[in-house]
């Protein structure tokens, strides 16, 4: 296997194993991981390349694009916000953006857009690139939007939309587009590599993802997936060395909030550990009442679309499910990205936990799931 590096504190030995594994029976290029227990750090595994190319090693620090983990991230300012008082979830989302609340969408709520209900998955505009960067565009497209469904009624990925929408909720309620109000409110002050928009300086320094051969391709242009994923065709996907693709700069440095966050295993863990714990003893992010509303099951079973993964969502987040992928239990929430990125937090098991990697595997990817299912043993959860 390729060789790795960092350290485990005694009795997640179980960890290290699973991680070695990954680079044996997966195309492992490079990945990271790492396990935070009671706000302590007891996992940091590094190890491969950073970069094919250059042959680059994967260091301590190295940040990937996490594709949909960003939705985590919005999750958590939006909680936040809820727990200050600045925001009701309940409430419609008009309250905040009054533009919004017309065609038929007047009595949507953030908790309806963060369980994938508001009937918004994808836009009947079709935005250019340039107008999704500069997000004032989309947000226009998002207040003439009439729901594809009736709000509430059930329930769909909503990809792209879920960013901007709720990212427009707390740019109405602080000042601050969502990646700006993640690194004031928690990346900054707990030193955390995690960005929505990553930042020049850290271009040269990050992973490029490249994939496995084999990996199926998305649906036709008209598919709805396809659509919710590329934003009617404006943003590629997979589509990662061509102009505007995952390892571009200029896509990267965008603000994309449901699908652009950038982060290092270190960095991504982190934020959950804050979230359920605190890190090093400082004071947790979210309290045990806002995780227990977060964790309450707003959707599972067939979506619109009629597909059934056995994924359940919680407010913003997936929950423990053991068909999709098994987690610790009742408490445990998290985000996953495209091509096997994975994190989660859980109160119960004072637990934050990160797996990052570059080789985007598709159908068939356990390798989070191994490493969570050691942590599982490790803890005897």
């Not at 863990?269 to 992010?285: C, F, K, P, Q, S």
């Amino acid at each position: 296997m390729e060789r790795y590096d960092g350290w485990v504190d005694e009795g997640y030995g179980a960890v290290a194993d699973a991680f070695a594994r990954n680079f044996s029976d997966f195309p492992e290029l490079g990945a990271a991981t790492t396990v935070f227990v009671d706000g302590h750090k007891v996992v940091e595994l590094w190890g491969g390349v950073a970069d094919e190319a250059t042959g680059r090693r994967w260091r301590q620090d190295t940040a990937v694009p996490v594709f949909s983990c960003a939705k985590g991230l919005v999750a958590l300012c939006v909680h936040l916000l809820a727990q200050q008082g600045s925001l009701d979830l309940d409430a419609p989302v008009s309250t905040y953006w009054p533009e919004f609340g017309r065609h038929g969408k007047e009595d949507i709520t953030c908790r309806s857009v963060l369980g994938h209900r508001a009937g918004l998955a994808a836009l009947d505009a079709s935005p250019s690139f340039e107008e999704i960067a500069a997000w004032t565009p989309v947000v226009t497209a998002l207040e003439e939007q009439k729901p594809l469904w009736e709000p509430g009624t059930a329930y769909e990925y909503h990809g792209h939309v879920f960013g901007f929408l709720l990212g427009e909720v707390i740019r109405r309620i602080t000042g601050l587009t969502p990646g700006a109000y993640f690194r004031r409110a928690v990346a900054e002050p707990l030193g955390l590599r995690a960005w929505i928009g990553l930042p020049e300086a850290e271009w040269e320094a990050r992973a490029r993802l490249v994939e496995a051969e084999g990996r199926p391709g998305m649906p036709g242009p008209e598919h709805l997936l396809t659509r919710i994923v590329t934003m009617n065709g404006s943003l590629v996907f997979p589509g990662l060395d061509g102009p505007r693709g995952w390892n571009d700069p200029a896509l990267l440095a965008m603000e994309l909030p449901g699908a652009g966050a950038v982060a290092s295993a270190s960095g991504l863990a982190g934020v959950y550990a804050a979230a359920v714990t605190g890190i090093d003893g400082g004071e947790r992010l979210l309290s045990t009442d806002t995780v227990s509303g977060l964790v309450r099951e707003l959707s599972s079973g067939p979506s619109w679309i009629g597909l059934d993964m056995g994924v359940r969502w919680g407010s913003g987040v997936l929950l423990d499910s053991a068909s999709f992928r098994p987690l610790l239990g009742p408490r445990s929430f998290g985000s996953d990205g495209a091509g096997g990125q994975f994190a989660f937090g859980d109160d119960t098991h004072g637990v934050g936990f990160a797996y990052v990697a570059n080789r985007m595997v598709g159908h068939g990817d356990d390798r989070a799931n191994r490493l969570i299912t050691a942590v599982r043993s490790c803890l005897g959860a």
